[in-house]
């Protein structure tokens, strides 16, 4: 079993940044295509980025498109999620994912094997 653990998450104004990250741990993941989904208080679970295991082809929703940033940590088996410019619409629970198709870089819940406990943001007017 693959497990995975979001942090990072917390308060911040409108404007400002902060980065979320993704460790994993269990069976190797370092092929895995590994994603971020979030949700919003009554609202559907709604894609944010994706990014292939190489790192090189990076996926994008267009509402964060120019201000979030997806990339492989430094250490390994981990990826962060650098939110700039953030918006109160930006608040939701994010949740980190694992698609085990390490080829497919997915916009689609159901395509994800694994997934984290979800780390609360929330962005101040």
């Known amino acids: 079993q693959v497990q995975l653990v979001e942090s990072g998450g917390g308060l911040v104004q409108a404007g400002g940044s902060l980065t979320l990250s993704c460790a994993t741990s269990?069976?190797?993941?370092?092929?895995?295509?590994m994603g971020w989904f979030r949700q919003a208080p009554g609202k559907e679970r709604e894609f944010v980025t994706a990014?292939?295991?190489?790192?090189?082809?990076?996926l994008y929703a267009d509402s964060v498109k120019g201000r979030f940033t997806l990339s492989r940590g430094n250490a390994k088996n981990t990826v962060n999620l650098q939110m700039n410019s953030v918006k109160p619409e930006d608040t939701a629970v994010y949740y980190c994912?694992?698609?085990?198709?390490?080829?497919?870089?997915?916009?689609?819940?159901?395509?994800?094997?694994?997934w984290g406990q979800g780390t609360q943001v929330t962005v101040s007017s």
């Open positions: 994912a694992a698609d085990a198709t390490a080829w497919r870089v997915s916009r689609l819940e159901s395509d994800y094997d694994y």
């Open positions: 269990g069976r190797t993941t370092s092929t895995y295509t």
């Open positions: 990014i292939r295991y190489s790192g090189a082809y990076t």
